[in-house]
């Protein structure tokens, strides 16, 4: 079972850039996907970005493509989720989640653990 926690969130003008933490215990990262995923008020959980176990495969949403990049430093059990060019769309409350097996998945129900969420609040 592995813990995960989130930090970075906050309030930034639309263009700016911010850098989402996922800090995990427990079992050893490398034994995990993760992904982000995130909600806006009113509307559902939604697909960020995904990585594998070693980095080798990465996925991410249309909606973020170009300027979100994932990575994960196994050594230190931390997941980043590097957002540049925020948008007011980006508004919504983040999450960072760990999937059993390395393989990465945009599928939600393939994460069984979740944190409590980092709010990312865009201004225009």
């Known amino acids: 079972q592995v813990q995960v926690v989130e930090s970075g969130g906050g309030l930034v003008q639309a263009g700016g850039s911010l850098r989402l933490s996922c800090a995990t215990s427990?079992?050893?990262?490398?034994?995990?996907?993760m992904g982000w995923f995130r909600q806006a008020p009113g509307k559902e959980r939604e697909f960020v970005a995904a990585?594998?176990?070693?980095?080798?495969?990465?996925y991410n949403a249309d909606s973020v493509k170009g300027r979100f990049t994932i990575s994960r430093d196994n050594a230190k059990n931390t997941v980043y989720l590097q957002m540049n060019s925020l948008k007011p769309e980006d508004t919504a409350v983040y999450y960072c989640?760990?999937?059993?097996?390395?393989?990465?998945?945009?599928?939600?129900?393939?994460?069984?653990?979740w944190g409590q969420g980092t709010q990312v609040t865009v201004s225009s």
């Open positions: 989640a760990a999937a059993e097996g390395r393989i990465a998945t945009r599928k939600e129900y393939d994460y069984a653990y």
């Open positions: 427990g079992r050893t990262l490398s034994s995990y996907a």
């Open positions: 990585i594998s176990w070693r980095s080798g495969s990465i």
